[in-house]
T-cell receptor, first 113, second 114 residues
């Protein structure tokens, strides 16, 4: 079955450490996205990539970095510069047609103490 | 620029009652509109989408939504709520063009009581 795999499901880190969240898709989608979800705030876009080796900042990119070396993979690094990293992180992908919806992974819950 | 407003962060209905979740959008171009559902600790699942083919859109699990341009609304309805409908629901808007991003509302948590 095609889909998006995010790993791990739960992640715990100490403050000051960088951490990388994995996102892999086998849907052959060109575009991939990272969202952050906090209670009562909906989804906020961190970074997105429409093609391999290219990506753009979303609305809340500070303290995060990404890479897109392969079409299937779009890892997100939460750096120590991110002030409030504890959140639920969702990866999504989309085909290149105009009205195509996002397909989501099951998320990674990051807790930083 | 585009935005979405979901009225009511929490909605409670009795099992068997009508479900109405409100969504108003703002978009400078003809919009594409989506409703997603999220169960606890999971990703979002597409319920339905509006892409200008028909103003009344039917989705999964008995949900439907009507696009009303004059009211800039895309409210989600279901005639009879089921306990399994309890979840969080998100409305999203996207402008035309493959480069367009989706903008999400803040979500509405639906509670279904006996």
């Amino acid at each position: 079955d095609g889909g998006i795999t995010q790993s791990p499901k739960y992640l715990f880190r100490k403050e000051g450490q960088n951490v990388t969240l994995s996102c892999e898709q086998n849907l052959n989608h060109d575009a991939m996205y990272w969202y952050r979800q906090d209670p009562g705030q909906g989804l906020r876009l961190i970074y997105y990539s429409q093609i391999v080796n290219d990506f753009q900042k979303g609305d809340i990119a500070e303290g995060y970095s990404v890479s897109r070396e392969k079409k299937e993979s779009f890892p997100l690094t939460v750096t120590s510069a991110q002030k409030n990293p504890t959140a639920f992180y969702l990866c999504a992908s989309r085909s290149d047609s105009q009205n195509s919806p996002l397909h989501f992974g099951n998320g990674t819950r990051l807790t930083v103490t | 620029a585009q935005s979405v407003t979901q009225l009511g962060s929490h909605v409670s209905v009795s099992e068997g009652a009508l479900v109405l979740l409100r969504c108003n959008y703002s978009s400078s171009v003809p919009p594409y509109l989506f409703w997603y559902v999220q169960y606890p600790n999971q990703g979002l699942q597409l319920l339905l989408k509006y892409t200008s083919a028909a103003t009344l859109v039917k989705g999964i699990n008995g949900f439907e939504a009507e696009f009303k341009k004059s009211e800039t609304s895309f409210h989600l309805t279901k005639p009879s709520a089921h306990m399994s409908d309890a979840a969080e629901y998100f409305c999203a808007v996207s402008g035309a063009g493959t480069a367009s991003k989706l903008t999400f509302g803040t979500g509405t948590r639906l509670q279904v009581t006996l």
